[in-house]
């Protein structure tokens, strides 16, 4: 699937932020299944005993999004950062929620439409990997970013470097030292 072209988005991004709700329902629209193939290909990584749907994840980040004040992004790839990041918060809350309810029922219920969507498992470790990430932030946080937006966000090396102002050959020495540094704060017991 190609990705819609940059110019349309951020026109769309510039009137939601110039306060234009409509162009915020139009900018979601134009990049929901975009935000749902990133969401499904995420959480078709993980696996274990929580449940979440890709589509329950991105109308959640959706809703998100336009219940708040527009923040500023300059073009389709910076929003897709932002929608990374949010992705990222709300896993790790649901992630977290469920292992609190984990001994206490809590089951999920789901609609005849929602049950034709195959249901995507989380890693309950995704919480550590939230926390690791996070302490990653504090040593260095462009690693972090380029984490984020590949992880989470799905953004290819190219976006990213765009993104950040910097080469596609730094956004791979950030992943591999990222990628190695969290790999070792997961294997060590605290």
């Known amino acids: 699937m190609q990705p819609e072209p940059s110019e349309p988005i951020t026109g769309l991004l510039n009137a939601w932020t110039a306060g234009d709700p409509e162009a915020g329902r139009q900018l979601i629209s134009a990049v929901y299944r975009e935000l749902r193939r990133l969401a499904a290909v995420y959480l078709h990584k993980e696996h274990g005993p929580v449940t979440l749907q890709p589509t329950a994840l991105v109308n959640e980040l959706c809703l998100g999004m336009l219940s708040r004040a527009p923040v500023s992004c300059e073009n389709r790839s910076h929003f897709l950062h932002l929608a990374a990041q949010q992705m990222r918060r709300l896993i790790v809350d649901y992630a977290r929620e469920r292992k609190v309810l984990k001994r206490g029922g809590g089951q999920a219920h789901f609609s005849l439409d929602e049950a034709r969507e195959s249901v995507i498992e989380v890693d309950s470790r995704i919480a550590d990997l939230d926390d690791a990430l996070i302490r990653l932030e504090q040593l260095d946080s ?39 540094w969290l790999l070792a704060q997961l294997a060590s017991p605290d």
């Open 142 to 180: 462009r690693p972090a970013s380029v984490v984020e937006m590949r992880f989470y966000g799905g953004l290819t090396e190219q976006e990213i470097a765009d993104v950040l102002g910097i080469s596609v050959a730094t956004v791979r020495r950030d992943w591999e030292f990222a990628r190695s």
